[in-house]
């Protein structure tokens, strides 16, 4: 891969939707850089010493915190977590002091879970450190939507002329926001597909088609992403029964014989088995779930990693500007 | 700042009251010197590599427990998270069992937070290891004391004549006890002022003048620390009614009308937004509370650093009277 | 000690049933030769720097995974804590999912504690990565039986002969488990005392003797092994009442009268004081207990040293037999 020379000069990763097609490749070249780090025997690079990145999770989350601490770690980072309990009648108000201790306490990184959108932005426009965002309400979840795209990538060789089908609850779900953006900046055509209760508000807005069957495009794909059936997420209800949700929109062995040898298959995790996949398929030769993982680390690797070098570039401006 | 040269024997930090001037001003001073760590590109000093530090925290706390790990990480020390489930019944027991099995482990330093004032003193007399008091009931909270004079003295130069009112429920604070003592043994006049509930018993033996109005005292002072209204700790309500407190303690941007132009807002978060304290006050002109927090860490590392020092200073005295 | 040269080739540490005498001597010796990193004034060898352990408790331990951590921290590894919320329903499919996201995000080592007994094996059936039991059900806690076994020797030079009584809830505890096999293959002679409903079933199985009453045995014992009683664990209760259960099997000041002079006692912690054991007997110049403690930390860096040898031995192996 010839990775393209431009100059990195943001210091917060808040979604995708904000982002060139140039600079999601330049951080997917990054990240096949480091990739190199974790095959090593020592997987360490020195990278970040002396920095410290903030794992500020408002919602519960093991997979995602994980993954930026191993990044964090073999970057040479130090982290730490902070977790605040908030009330629900001063959410603002608390997000906006914890993020002025944080700056007060010198810390660098701050990596932001919580379920308002938006509350990212927020941060970033009100503290100095870095902000990399970790999933934001239903708003976006960029590094998902990164390693999404690097992981296709990486076995199809570009995303041109793809077609990938995004399936389930897109109206609950930040995956997908990033992922629309991502794969179609990068030429992918993207298909939505699920019942129409599970579609979004103003979805002919977003730069994708819409299907209601499966059966329909399957067919067509190159690449399936199924997203996790999150309960948590819905307040009643959208669909009559699980089973039914699973017999139109899960992903089977018989659905799979209609589709392409070479489909993709991926899901952001955990997966409910037997629901939104089979277990057949999630452990098939085309599922490619646990490499969305590995490459997860050296995706976050590099976005750490960038958005250090953003706050450097604009700390030097700043210095340039000031004499 | 010329450093006097003193030699520090301490392994502990128990309370400020068991230390002199120039002891306190010996750990103002270290700090001042490990301030310049957290200024660099690389934030790290080798100091304490090797060496494990224990945050022992017998009540929640984000700040402080961060503000230590920081501290301890800057020094390149590991930190172990040891939260220990307390019974009511036993709690001595467990806390002395606690401290023999940490002790067997070779951890260094022990940092523990206890509901029970007197804990740490306890843990010290029982454990070879180094303990700092990271607050104990009511009784002190020493690292919040040194940085609040820390503060001071960074902007006032010295607290030499200064006149310091600590405002609210002195009763409770264990951040006012160590206040008193910082403050007074550094020459400032201190004045608590609050209703007649939330003074402590005994107040007339405290080195401190007491006024029962904010409005007949906030012409005259240098500076002034707010304290926390910690509803959690107080039983029955104290106070007819939070508005009322509000109305006659909170610092309002009108009250601050009345106070010196230069006057220094401090409080040791977090922030009851409006209630002890308006908005504008917290983020205004005056306000330091941010300055406490940054301080925060140059002193505890300060305090770290020391008491190792301390410990090694005995090791090498034993040492010596056992040949 | 002469050190026995053996090629260690287990990458996984699951139980002790499955290793040899000179297995686990040869444990016994790399971790004398740990010992010594902890009495450094920088208590850190290099030897695990970039790699990564994981902490998969799914049951409540600060001592056990204090104690790994240390160890790990001390080989200059990255810990991981990642503590995974079960569904009673989904227990086999969450672990194995969980195992295969640690797989790929490239972890080296999983310390697991789990309440289903076998969890450590199935683990190490599924992944690629080391797998170090920290006790499973009732089945086996092999680092307790080995820091056990290396606190006797240390102190008896050889078990070789010894008698020793494990005494309490035989048949919910998997340190006895662990003890058995370890001292059994020592040299030791094991007797098992407690009610006959607290003695394992097929007892008959095991290598070792049986006894009711603690009253006839204490005076053979070179070394006496106090079982914690696991309330928690037990459904009804299987004694009737803790003061006759303590009447009949505490091991009191009196009861300590009749036993050998140089006897050794234990205790795997916490202690019940006044229950399984009267505080002058756990405090008293007989209790190597705390130093059990110490032990555990050389022990598990050295179990956590040679699994990581053992993968390198298989990987090594394995590239060959792929030439």
Redesign the interface.
């Known amino acids: 891969m010839n990775k393209k020379q431009i100059i990195w000069k943001h210091k917060h990763l808040i979604g995708l939707r904000d982002f060139s097609r140039e600079e999601i490749e330049y951080i997917l070249d990054t990240a096949h850089g480091f990739e190199e780090v974790?095959t090593?025997?020592?997987?360490?690079a020195p990278t970040l010493?002396?920095?410290?990145v903030v794992n500020l999770f408002f919602e519960d989350s093991?997979?995602t915190r994980?993954?930026f601490?191993?990044a964090a770690?073999r970057l040479s980072a130090?982290v730490?977590e902070?977790?605040?309990k908030v009330s629900s009648t001063s959410k603002g108000?608390?997000l906006l002091?914890t993020a002025?201790?944080l700056?007060?306490?010198?810390?660098d990184i701050v990596v932001i879970r919580h379920s308002a959108g938006g509350a990212p932005k927020f941060l970033s426009r009100n503290i100095n450190a870095c902000v990399v965002n970790a999933g934001d309400g239903c708003c976006e979840h960029p590094t998902q939507g990164l390693l999404d795209v690097y992981t296709i990538r990486k076995i199809k060789d570009s995303l041109e002329g793809l077609k990938i089908a995004i399936v389930g609850d897109i109206a609950h779900s930040r995956v997908a926001r990033s992922d629309i953006y991502a794969m179609t900046k990068l030429g992918a055509e993207v298909i939505l597909v699920g019942p129409p209760t599970l579609m979004p508000a103003k979805v002919e807005q977003l730069p994708v088609k819409v299907s209601y069957s499966l059966d329909d495009v399957i067919g067509q794909l190159d690449v399936i992403n199924m997203l996790r059936i999150q309960f948590e997420r819905m307040g009643v209800n959208p669909f009559p029964s699980v089973k039914e949700y699973s017999h139109y929109f899960g992903l089977t062995v018989d659905r799979m014989k209609k589709a392409k040898k070479d489909i993709l298959v991926m899901h952001p995790?955990?997966?409910n088995?037997g629901l939104e996949m089979e277990s057949e398929v999630a452990d098939g030769p085309n599922s490619v779930i646990?490499?969305q993982?590995?490459n997860?680390?050296a995706v976050r690797m590099a976005v750490l990693f960038l958005v250090n070098q953003g706050a450097m570039m604009q700390d030097k401006k700043e210095r340039l500007e000031g004499q």
């Open positions: 974790s090593r025997n020592i997987k360490k010493r002396g920095k410290v093991t997979r994980n993954s601490t191993l770690n130090d730490i902070f977790t605040e108000e608390t002091d002025r201790n700056e007060a306490m010198g810390i995790g955990p997966i088995r646990l490499r993982v590995t997860g680390l």
